[in-house]
């Protein structure tokens, strides 16, 4: 059964301050690891990774994949407060490429 | 582009009722979409993949009869939820994958909360 598994679970934080997700992941036939944040309602997309050792980046947010030792993480640098969301991890995997969600990491950032 | 749609966005209904969930690829086609469940405080869980034209593939533990799901068209699927109870109760979320477009891209609609009272 594949399996993602995200830490921490939460996070409190001061604005300015840089947080680092992480996500873990066994699955079988491994596509692609994506990662997504949610507000109140569906998620929006962050960023796709499939190759490892490459950095992605879109402003003050990063993420870099390890296929080696099977995990990703998301950076964050100089938060606000609108970043405060639920950050989900998902896998894609198998011929039908369906997505597999970690539990998500509450992500609160104070004024 | 890539936008989907679901509707209604939000829907109160009384147990054993059914109730219909659309969800609608606007600017492209999908020959699949995916439904999500995703209860309070909880990561989204994979229910169905639809594919136009033939019946869904649903994951373990959730039941084909009362989760009934149809992929009519390239723009269209829907999920009926049948004789609903309370803990039916929950937010739906469709995704959708483009006809030839990048197969590890799948696009979200903004989701159905469901309430069974």
């Known amino acids: 059964e594949d399996k993602v598994v995200q830490s921490p679970l939460s996070l409190v934080v001061h604005e300015g301050d840089t947080v680092t997700l992480n996500c873990s992941y066994e699955v079988t036939n491994f596509r692609s690891l994506l990662w997504y944040k949610q507000e109140k309602k569906a998620p929006t997309f962050l960023f796709m990774l499939t190759s490892s050792g490459i950095e992605k980046k879109s402003g003050r947010l990063s993420s870099i994949l390890d296929k080696k030792e099977l995990f990703s993480i998301l950076n964050i640098t100089a938060t606000q407060t609108g970043d405060s969301a639920v950050y989900l991890c998902?896998?894609?995997?198998?011929?039908?490429?369906?997505?597999?969600f970690g539990s998500g990491t509450q992500l609160t950032v104070l004024p | 582009g890539a936008v989907v749609s679901q509707h209604p966005s939000w829907v109160i209904c009384k147990s054993g009722t059914s109730v219909k969930i659309e969800c609608r690829s606007l600017d492209f086609q999908a020959t699949t979409m995916f439904w999500y469940r995703q209860f309070p405080k909880q990561s989204l869980m994979l229910m169905a993949t639809?594919?136009?034209?033939?019946?869904?593939?649903?994951e373990q533990g959730v039941e084909k009869d009362k989760f009934l799901i149809n992929h009519a068209s390239l723009t269209l699927s829907t999920l009926t939820v049948t004789s609903a109870h309370p803990e039916d109760s929950s937010f739906y979320i469709c995704?959708?994958?483009?006809?030839?477009?990048?197969?590890?891209?799948?696009?979200f609609g903004p989701g159905t909360r469901l309430t069974v009272t």
């Open positions: 639809s594919n136009e034209g033939s019946k869904a593939t649903y």
């Open positions: 995704s959708a994958r483009e006809v030839g477009g990048d197969p590890y891209e799948q696009y």
């Open positions: 998902a896998v894609q995997s198998g011929s039908a490429r369906q997505l597999t």
